[in-house]
């Protein structure tokens, strides 16, 4: 059984740094895309970040890039969103996810083609 157990998040003030952590169990993570999402209040789930099954693919929202930067530890099957210049509009509950299905090593943008979600972790930025 999929699971993804996520660790980190709190509250940083602008320009801060946070890192988040989705560890892996029941599967290895060269089996499946992990995607990084997040929901503010009132609005719709965004991609933030994927890395692919291979490693060889990470994708960056435009909203991110330059200052997130997604990684992975096999020996730990873990994966980390590394949070740099925190902006207040990067306040919102993140959620990494694993994809399955045909395709299951490859990223896809959209939330719906991810089935095994973390619990959420929420990020602050506030002064």
């Known amino acids: 059984q999929l699971q993804l157990v996520q660790s980190g998040g709190g509250l940083v003030q602008p320009g801060g740094s946070l890192r988040l952590s989705c560890a892996a169990s029941?599967?290895?993570?060269?089996?499946?895309?992990i995607g990084w999402f997040r929901q503010a209040p009132g609005k719709e789930r965004e991609g933030v970040s994927c890395i692919s099954g291979s490693g060889d693919t990470t994708t960056l929202a435009d909203s991110v890039e330059g200052r997130f930067t997604i990684s992975r530890d096999f020996a730990k099957n873990t994966v980390y969103l590394q949070m740099n210049s925190l902006k207040p509009e990067d306040t919102a509950i993140y959620s990494c996810?694993?994809?399955?299905?045909?395709?299951?090593?490859?990223?896809?943008?959209?939330?719906?083609?991810?089935?095994?979600w973390g619990q959420g972790t929420q990020v602050t930025v506030s002064s």
């Open positions: 029941g599967f290895t993570l060269d089996r499946h895309a």
């Open positions: 996810a694993a994809r399955t299905g045909v395709v299951q090593t490859m990223c896809a943008a959209g939330p719906l083609y991810y089935t095994s």
